[in-house]
């Protein structure tokens, strides 16, 4: 294992603006094409899309960190390269919601954290259609476009409001299905077929919560930064810790404002 080294956080902040700025270019000028097939979309797996703009963006990411002076290994949806010389690791989801990206519709972001040995030290979540940057720093806050973020938990019960789900695609979803009859019991559904967006609703007070499952750390990381900062309560379906230095897909994610979050917790234990 490596040993803990010298970090500047000033300075991987930086890093990390200039990455999703570089990033936020790249979607936007491939975003909504005139001919639908420039995007080259093509799956990765069942239910896995990946579209020309995807790996833009991921190449405009690693390229500002790996040109920087901050170091770190890159754990990206779409690559990785390991870095035995730092206990720092870039967790990266260069397009976040690529199947509704891929068909014009907004619901996408971008989310670039930094760890550091099992703790994240910062997440940046960036939403380019609603020209919102979201960021938390461990101890230090969250803000909404470089000012203070002020959010709080919007009112209602489970019975009548709306929870976003999300299912994997192919055999995972089919083998979850059946344990999902607890969301009889919610108002309303939401499917975003994006973890940026709904995550981003949630930091910014406009959605309760969210429950994903078999999800990767990297699509949810930096948004959970921002919601430590904000008391938002990121867990997994048992109401455990997160273990950041995990390298596979979590079975459960709950990610909702505190009320919430107890009372799904509640809900899907009884299911």
Not at 50 to 64: F, G, L, P, Q, R
Not at 127 to 134: G, K, M, N, Q, T
Not at 160 to 166: K, L, N, P, Q
Not at 193 to 203: E, M, N
């Amino acid at each position: 294992m490596s040993e803990p080294l010298s970090f500047d956080l000033a300075e991987a902040l930086k890093v990390a603006f200039a990455a999703a700025d570089s990033a936020t270019q790249a979607l936007e000028a491939r975003f909504r094409p005139e001919d639908a097939g420039a995007l080259n979309v093509r799956s990765k797996s069942h239910g896995a899309l990946v579209t020309d703009a995807d790996m833009a963006s991921d190449k405009a990411i690693t390229e500002v960190i790996r040109n920087s002076t901050v170091g770190g290994a890159i754990y990206s949806e779409e690559s990785n390269a390991p870095d035995d010389s730092t206990d720092l690791t870039w967790l990266i989801d260069p397009l976040c919601g690529t199947t509704p990206y891929s068909t014009g519709l907004a619901q996408w972001g971008i989310n670039i954290a930094l760890e550091r040995g099992s703790e994240l030290e910062f997440g940046v979540v960036t939403l380019p259609p609603s020209r919102e940057l979201l960021t938390g720093v461990k101890g230090r806050g969250a803000s909404r476009n470089g000012r203070p973020l002020v959010a709080s938990e919007p009112p209602g019960d489970l019975a009548d409001i709306a929870i976003a789900v999300e299912l994997d695609g192919g055999p995972a979803r089919a083998a979850l299905a059946s344990t999902l009859e607890w969301t009889a019991q919610l108002g309303q559904v939401y499917s975003f077929v994006s973890a940026a967006f709904p995550l981003g609703q949630i930091l910014l007070g406009r959605l309760h919560g969210a429950v994903y499952h078999q999800i990767d750390v990297v699509h949810f990381a930096a948004a959970a930064a921002v919601a430590y900062e904000l008391g938002i309560k990121v867990t997994d379906g048992n109401g455990d810790p997160i273990d950041w230095a995990a390298r596979s897909d979590l079975d459960r994610l709950v990610f909702a404002w505190p009320r919430t979050h107890a009372a799904l917790l509640e809900l899907m234990a009884e299911d």
